[in-house]
């Protein structure tokens, strides 16, 4: 277990079109993130339950795409409970559903201390395009959001 990181940010997706927006969420905060952040990209749920096992953190931010349903760019965050609300809602862009990917962790005996999960509504999954305006512009909303989150990680350390 490694003790001398406070939180861990987790860019959830792929490397073009929208569904990049929690890959480029992470770049955007490595540019300025504080000590004691750990910044992880990565392209499948369950790697981020292969991670969340091998150490525990007192704080994870999870970023992801979520399908296009309504207004792109639109951004949710929802803590640890009402993550499990959002089961069965096909919110996610990847096969292995988020959600059971945290139940599994949770089984697996990983407590969450404080978990939130921020969600940019994408405006295609297509990823034969480069990211949407609208979606750029929610993740540098999203960044100074992340950001606020970073200074109340600071009372977990």
């Given at each position: 277990m490694n003790h001398s990181y406070h939180a861990i940010i987790i860019g959830l997706g792929g490397p073009r079109?929208?569904?990049a927006a929690g890959w480029v969420a992470v770049?955007?905060?490595a540019e300025r993130a504080p000590r004691g952040v750990s910044l992880v990209?990565?392209?499948d749920s369950l790697s981020i339950a292969a991670r969340l096992c091998e150490e525990s953190y007192p704080f994870t931010?999870?970023?992801?795409?979520a399908a296009?349903?309504?207004e792109p760019g639109t951004i949710r965050s929802f803590d640890r409970d009402e993550i499990a609300v959002q089961r069965g809602s096909a919110w996610s862009t990847h096969g292995v559903g988020l959600i059971e990917a945290l139940e599994l962790v949770e089984a697996l005996g990983y407590t969450f201390k404080r978990l939130r999960l921020h969600t940019i509504e994408a405006k295609s999954v297509d990823q034969a395009f480069g990211l949407s305006?609208?979606?750029d512009s929610a993740?540098?909303?999203l960044v100074e959001?992340?950001?606020?989150d970073f200074a109340e990680a600071q009372t977990y350390a």
């Open positions: 079109g929208d569904d770049d955007r905060l990209k990565t392209g931010v999870i970023v992801d795409a296009p349903r309504g305006r609208e979606v993740i540098d909303r959001t992340i950001r606020a």
